[in-house]
């Protein structure tokens, strides 16, 4: 099993397995109820077998601000702020959890006493590595050829500005073609 070399899995109430069209992923959890909630929201994806590319421990710890290195922040959002060092994301929300990215090594760990938080954090890291999974293999849906975007007919205005007229007449046009 994959994973940070200093976790005592006795810590960790269980795991589960999830392979989303290829990306598979392994996530470890102290937070049962993270777990479960994570477990229900990606059961299509369930798996029992299959070697995980990344693991995600979620751990009922606080964060362990004092190993941090000294670092500048390079992103600030208004849920946390982000640290980089090198291979390594730092990701403070706000003294309430901490989450620790190692993409090259394949890891990403979680540091908060909030199972809520917890779930949060993992829920949307596994939305956001998805997304890159899924872009890398263009698996994707993408623009319509040479950008023509189709709408439904309705009384509101074109997504891209257009007006209204203007729109409906192009859709006119494409459908007669």
Known sequence: MRGFSNVCMNKLEGSVLIDVYGYVVEIQSAHR????????DFAFFRSQKGT???VIELLDEDPPYH????LTATVYTPRNVAYRDGDRTYLDYSGR????HNAKAGEFRVYTRNSDLAYEIAYLFLLSQCGEWFDA??????????GQRRRLRGTGPAADGRRKEQARRESVAIAGD
């Open 67 to 70: 190993d941090l290195p000294t």
């Open 52 to 54: 995980s590319r990344i």
């Open 33 to 40: 109820a993270a777990l479960d909630g994570l477990a229900e």
């Open 97 to 100: 959890a901490l989450a620790i």
């Open 137 to 146: 293999r263009e698996l994707a849906p993408r623009p319509r050829a040479g």
